[in-house]
């Protein structure tokens, strides 16, 4: 898969919905449940970070579940990569971009929002053809003012603003016309009953 072929993926992927749940999962048991309360919700497309043991059985469970795409974050090496297409993975995150993990995106046909936070790094990715990217960490990094100041000079580059992205402030990333959505992590709290995770996803859903 071309880099220009995984953008329009991404970007497919990225247009499902405002939001993409940032997801940090503990124990694997309850991840379809969960998957199911974000994809009722209005929230297709989910990102299961790779920093927890259970994480790759968790995309195994969540892949099952009709309607929904999940993702892995975390890809850092091009063993994750792999390790993420053989649980099911449709598409992957990471919070940079190295031309190894890169390569093996390419090679293996795996959808891939790399991660950029200044003006050379997005220019790179650019250049090697990725047109939708991950603004990481977005906060940290200036915010919705950095990610505008970005878009002028750069403005055929899309991107998922993650990282410290909140219901107060995600509005101001969607506004941006270079922003397709945003990830975050607030529409799955710890402890939340899937009855009350359908209901943030809901509230996310709408913030379009």
Known sequence: ??????SRATRAICELAPIVPV??????AGAKPLAEALVKGGLPALEVTLRTPAAYEAIREMA???GGRVGAGT???PEDVEAALDAGATFGVSPGATDRLLDAAEANGLPLL???ATASEVMRLLERGYAVQKFFPAEASGGAPALKAIGAPIPQVAFCPTGGVTPGNA???????????VGGSW???????DAEV???AREAAALL
């Open 64 to 66: 099952q579940v009709p």
């Open 1 to 6: 898969m071309t880099p220009d072929e995984m």
């Open 171 to 181: 509005p101001g990333y969607l506004a941006l016309p270079n922003v397709l959505c």
């Open 114 to 116: 790399p991660g950029a």
């Open 198 to 200: 359908e209901a943030l």
């Open 75 to 77: 890809l850092l090496t």
């Open 187 to 193: 529409v799955a709290p710890k402890g939340a009953s």
């Open 23 to 28: 997801l940090v999962i503990d124990d694997a």
